[in-house]
């Protein structure tokens, strides 16, 4: 395969039957052994009543997949992972929600978005409190002051510090993952591109690898090329949009400003090259929708040379403002220690010191040709999240100049595809700008998907915001979500 | 030395914003559809059935602009070349009715104007926007709409922090189960007068999400938008001129 982004497929029937307990114990040693922990997910078993079919997915330090997979009894169940590995705490609580599985004596079991018939309680679920002198609690949401979507957050405060945050999210769920299954598999990429509107291209390209993975079909070089530089297009505009905000909440406006019109360059030149602002239609399964005229070129190039210009003055500006320095720094702090124990990924990782990027050390596709540099900072704070932005995007522009020089042009391409093949199981990963994509299609005996799992960055990031908010003051509460810029949508499904 | 650096941005930033918001039309944007007078293949449902949100009539052809989400899947399985997006942003329509484009459509989409409108919020109107399942995408556009591109607040349109404050709710997404409560809240909070604007095929017409399970319109059952906005995401130009147009401003 030449594929750019990570894909791995297995047939069903081949996969080791481990009994629940052996699939504990496997996966508690695995992790042990320093694997990473990518998804880890359930559906009822279609074949036996009452039982649910888990899947892990692993990762090895040579970027290598593993599946780890066990039926078990709903009612039964097994015992908790998370207190030992706090980084499975949002796949269980999910498994839990979705499955219905007994997860034993697991330390805190909400449900991470209230779909079904557990919306009409969503209300009632208690949050947690803390009592005693100075203590005071603060509700928002779920509606925000600001043109965004929606979510709730309490804060549990000390006098004027965050003791706690608890994040309540569920306000933008859809539906997407069950009707995902209810569209013919070859045709889901316009409801793909909304699962989270702002990483359209990312999500889309999870799932085409993924689709065309199951087609075993190979794609041309240039195809590859073409979706990286819509998937980096994206990286530059939200990494603009993100810093247009950040800047904005800290009262420094030449950065709003700046950065603000700078995004309206940047997504004007994906419009340029697919017609949406957002990539809408840059993807599909088999190939793209984006072409790249000789006529279009002089533009692209100029806009990417505006970019690359005026980026680097008001970088210049923003990063050596001390007002900016000074409200930045040492606020809200996620330790590498916790970012590793929390299994969070993407910007927040890299920003923590965590180097993991699924565009890194690929041994084939647009990014083996041209690798593209991994960006990391120490600190852990908002400044370190706003500088990996700024360095992705330099890094972003780097390549995509090399990239267009070398490929100059591509045309629209839709060849049509076979069915997909029965009984197999395919995990793909993309580096979206907020962090790694993961898709997860499984096909049943015919051609049609038995389950379609999605996983956005933001489902294991945002505990990571509710811990760095921990010791801040509330008004430092906008800069630290801001910083993390992660997706409710996307959360939610 | 930041003073040098902040002089070096203003340089740099010169002046960004779109002069006529009216006259202005996106490069490379897949905007209003054309349908032309070629004549389609006996029997041929291509565009009708690849549809994701089920947009299409047929004989004669018409599109709904309520209802797509500009994928441009209708124009790549279209033998006769029936269907063409223009790049031109202006597609609001005040009534439902009016998003729907035939082959002897007007070339530019235009809201009526309301005298009433005009009198009341002509000179100063306060969005507050809720979004109740979008997908990110309609909300950055409609954020883009104050940057320094586009600038609505040159004609006094400005965004509000609270419904309190607002003379009209901008609604974004399908409506899903948890915030059809708040978005009624939203609504009750809102003096009078007020009204509703529509944003995005997903909170006309539910797009994408119409069968979803966890989708809830019933609040557009008993609150009637006075403007609807297409798109997947509209553009801000689209957005823009659709308020604009309803406003009376020129």
């Known amino acids: 395969m030449t594929s750019s982004v990570l894909v791995h497929a297995v047939a069903v029937a081949r996969l080791p039957s481990f009994d629940v307990h052996a699939w504990r114990s496997e996966l508690l040693e695995r992790l042990t052994a320093g694997l990473r922990v990518v998804t880890l997910y359930g559906r009822r078993s279609h074949e036996k009543e009452g039982t649910v079919i888990i899947t892990a997915v692993l990762q090895g330090a040579d970027r290598s997949l593993q599946v780890l997979r066990t039926c078990v009894d709903a009612q039964l169940g097994y015992h908790e992972l998370t207190t030992e590995r706090p980084a499975l705490h949002c796949f269980e609580r999910e498994l839990h929600e979705q499955t219905g599985l007994r997860v034993a004596a697991h330390p805190w079991l909400k449900p991470v978005r209230f779909q079904g018939q557990a919306q009409a309680a969503m209300n009632d679920y208690p949050f947690y409190r803390i009592e005693g002198k100075e203590v005071h609690e603060v509700a928002v949401g779920p509606i925000h002051a600001g043109v965004i979507e929606p979510g709730s957050f309490r804060f549990m405060c000390?006098?004027?510090?965050?003791?706690?945050?608890?994040?309540?999210?569920?306000?933008?769920?859809?539906?997407?993952?069950?009707?995902?299954?209810?569209?013919?598999?070859?045709?889901?990429?316009?409801?793909?591109?909304?699962?989270?509107?702002?990483?359209?291209?990312?999500?889309?390209?999870a799932y085409c690898a993924a689709v065309e993975q199951l087609c075993a079909r190979e794609l041309p070089l240039e195809v590859e090329v073409a979706r990286a530089v819509a998937l980096e297009l994206e990286r530059i505009a939200m990494h603009l949009a993100t810093l247009s905000g950040l800047a904005a909440d800290i009262g420094f406006l030449q950065g709003a400003?700046?950065?603000?019109?700078?995004r309206t360059t940047a997504i004007n030149t994906l419009m340029l090259l697919c017609g949406s602002r957002f990539g809408r239609g840059a993807l599909r399964p088999g190939g793209t929708g984006m072409s790249l005229s000789s006529e279009l070129l002089p533009q692209v190039l100029d806009n990417l040379e505006l970019?690359?210009?005026?980026?680097?003055?008001?970088?210049?500006?923003?990063?050596?403002?001390?007002?900016?320095?000074?409200?930045?720094?040492?606020?809200?702090?996620?330790?590498?220690?916790?970012?590793?124990?929390?299994?969070?990924?993407?910007?927040?990782?890299?920003?923590s010191g965590v180097a993991c990027d699924a565009r890194d050390g690929v041994s084939q596709g647009a990014y083996q040709v041209q690798p593209v540099a991994l960006c990391t900072a120490a600190e852990g704070d908002c400044f370190a999240r706003a500088q990996v932005r700024i360095a992705e995007m330099d890094a972003s522009l780097g390549w995509l100049s090399i990239m267009l020089a070398r490929h100059p042009g591509f045309a629209r391409s839709r060849p049509p595809l076979p069915a997909l093949a029965p009984g197999q199981l395919v995990v793909s990963i993309v580096e979206g700008f907020r962090g790694e994509v993961v898709h997860c299609l499984e096909t049943g005996a015919s051609d049609t998907l038995v389950h379609y799992k999605v996983q956005d960055p933001s489902l294991r990031n945002w505990m990571g915001l509710a811990l760095a908010v921990r010791g801040n003051e509330i008004s430092d509460f906008p800069i630290c979500n801001k910083s993390f810029d992660l997706s409710y949508c996307g959360h939610d499904l | 030395m930041s003073l040098l650096k902040s002089l070096r941005v203003r340089a740099s930033q010169g002046s960004q914003y779109v002069a006529d918001l009216r006259s202005a039309v996106p490069r490379g944007f897949r905007g209003l559809p054309v349908i032309s007078d070629a004549s389609c293949a006996s029997e041929c449902r291509a565009c009708a059935e690849v549809c994701p949100t089920r947009a299409i009539a047929l004989s004669p052809v018409t599109l709904d602009l309520g209802r797509c989400v500009f994928c441009n899947e209708c124009v790549q399985v279209c033998p006769q070349e029936k269907i063409a997006f223009s790049a031109n942003p202006r597609m609001g329509g005040g009534t439902r009715e009016q998003l729907l484009v035939r082959q002897e459509a007007e070339e530019v989409m235009k809201v009526r104007a309301s005298a009433t409108f005009s009198k009341l919020f002509g000179r100063s109107l306060k969005l507050r926007q809720v979004s109740a399942g979008g997908c990110n995408a309609c909300e950055l556009e409609l954020n883009a709409l104050a940057n320094v591109n586009f600038d609505l607040q040159r004609f006094g349109i400005e965004?509000?922090?609270?419904?309190?404050?607002?003379?009209?709710?901008?609604?974004?997404?399908?409506?899903?189960?948890?915030?059809?409560?708040?978005?009624?809240?939203?609504?009750?909070?809102?003096?009078?007068?007020?009204?509703?604007?529509?944003?995005?095929?997903?909170?006309?017409?539910?797009?994408?999400?119409?069968?979803?399970?966890?989708?809830?319109?019933?609040?557009?059952?008993?609150v009637g938008p006075a403007l609807y906005v297409p798109g997947c995401p509209p553009h801000p130009l689209t957005f823009a001129n659709a308020i604009l147009d309803l406003l009376g401003v020129a």
């Open chain 1, 158 to 205: 000390q006098g004027e510090q965050v003791h706690h945050l608890e994040i309540q999210l569920g306000y933008q769920h859809r539906g997407v993952e069950a009707r995902l299954l209810q569209l013919p598999p070859a045709r889901l990429a316009p409801l793909i591109e909304t699962i989270a509107g702002d990483t359209s291209v990312a999500h889309t390209w």
């Open chain 1, 257 to 262: 400003t700046s950065y603000g019109r700078l």
């Open chain 1, 307 to 351: 970019l690359r210009v005026d980026l680097a003055i008001i970088n210049d500006c923003f990063l050596s403002a001390r007002t900016v320095r000074h409200r930045l720094r040492e606020v809200g702090v996620l330790s590498r220690e916790r970012a590793l124990q929390l299994g969070v990924v993407g910007v927040v990782a890299r920003a």
């Open chain 2, 159 to 222: 965004w509000v922090a609270s419904p309190r404050h607002a003379d009209a709710l901008v609604l974004s997404g399908p409506i899903t189960v948890a915030m059809a409560n708040a978005v009624q809240l939203a609504w009750d909070a809102m003096p009078e007068p007020r009204f509703l604007a529509v944003v995005g095929a997903c909170a006309i017409s539910g797009g994408l999400y119409e069968h979803a399970q966890s989708v809830e319109r019933g609040f557009l059952g008993h």
